[in-house]
């Protein structure tokens, strides 16, 4: 079955549509860019999917089970992880505190926030090999709320890591990351990918961020998805053109 197979999704909050008849098919382990202008319902879709918001219409369906009418809680427990447009980190724990805590919960052990002293429990290891894979190894010990806009994503990655989800959703990774970072956070997203075989969408505003990361592109404008293709077909299309060029924010 497909990864997520949305159909014929609505979303209505007070008497305003914010998702109109959205379809969309994502096949097992692909990369999957959304682009649109600001406003277009990209997070929404993503609160749609992960369950922070309820659908009015139409159903989700997660590698074949329908988690329509799930909790954000029993969506997570299926296998669905996200990122918010807003940090969730711990910013006045270490960066390898963070992924430690998501170790610890995935492992099933209860929150520890002590400091520990031997730092070679399971928890831990396993932490530092996600805090390796993106990059952030010489930075374990800096307080999360203290480094840079693009370290906090790579470790937002690294957390989500450690509870290895079989679906991702990155809500804007990219934003406010210093365009020297852009890079190196790409990096991180495609070993991230590469690494796990998650199925992921992320959305991102620059479409030529998503050339040559993203197999496929789904295009938001006004609460649809206007047209699903391969970046280079996305680029080429003059619908996508006329409706995104000169809108986006
Ligand atoms: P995007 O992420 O593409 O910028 P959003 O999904 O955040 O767009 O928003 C889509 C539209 O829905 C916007 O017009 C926004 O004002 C509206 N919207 C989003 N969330 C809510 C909400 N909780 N209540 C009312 N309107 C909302
Ligand atoms: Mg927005
Ligand atoms: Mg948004």
């Known amino acids: 079955p497909p990864a ?6 609505g979303l209505q909050i007070g008497g305003a ?5 959205v379809d969309l098919d994502v096949a097992p382990g692909a990369l999957i860019g959304v682009i649109g202008p600001n406003g277009a319902g990209k997070t929404t879709l993503f609160n749609a999917i992960s369950g922070v918001l309820r659908p009015t219409a139409g159903s989700i369906f997660m590698d074949g089970d329908d988690i329509t009418r799930m909790s954000v809680a029993q969506r997570a427990r299926a296998g669905l992880g996200r990122t918010f447009q807003t940090s ?3 910013p006045r724990l270490t960066v390898l505190e963070n992924v430690r805590i998501a170790a610890q919960a995935a492992m ?3 929150y520890s926030l002590l400091r520990f002293p031997h730092r070679s429990d399971a928890a831990t290891v396993l932490a530092r090999e996600k805090l390796h894979a993106v990059g952030m190894t010489h930075k374990e010990s800096a307080l999360a709320g203290d480094i840079s806009h693009g370290d906090k994503r790579k470790l937002e990655i690294a957390v989500l890591l450690a509870i290895s989800p079989r679906t991702v959703l990155l809500d804007e990774p990219m934003a406010g990351v210093a365009s ?3 890079a190196g956070l790409v990096e991180s997203i495609r070993e991230f990918h590469r690494a796990t075989g998650c199925t992921l969408l992320m959305v991102e505003h620059h479409i030529d961020v998503l050339m040559g990361l993203v197999d496929k592109v789904a295009v938001m404008y006004f609460g649809s998805i206007i047209a699903f293709d391969t970046p280079q077909q996305i680029m ?13 924010a």
């Open 4 to 9: 997520l197979q949305i159909s014929g999704l």
């Open 108 to 110: 099933g052990g209860s």
């Open 17 to 21: 549509t914010i998702l109109k008849d």
């Open 88 to 90: 969730s980190l711990f």
């Open 236 to 248: 080429a299309n003059p619908l996508v053109q006329s409706a995104y060029l000169g809108s986006a």
């Open 180 to 182: 020297g970072d852009v």
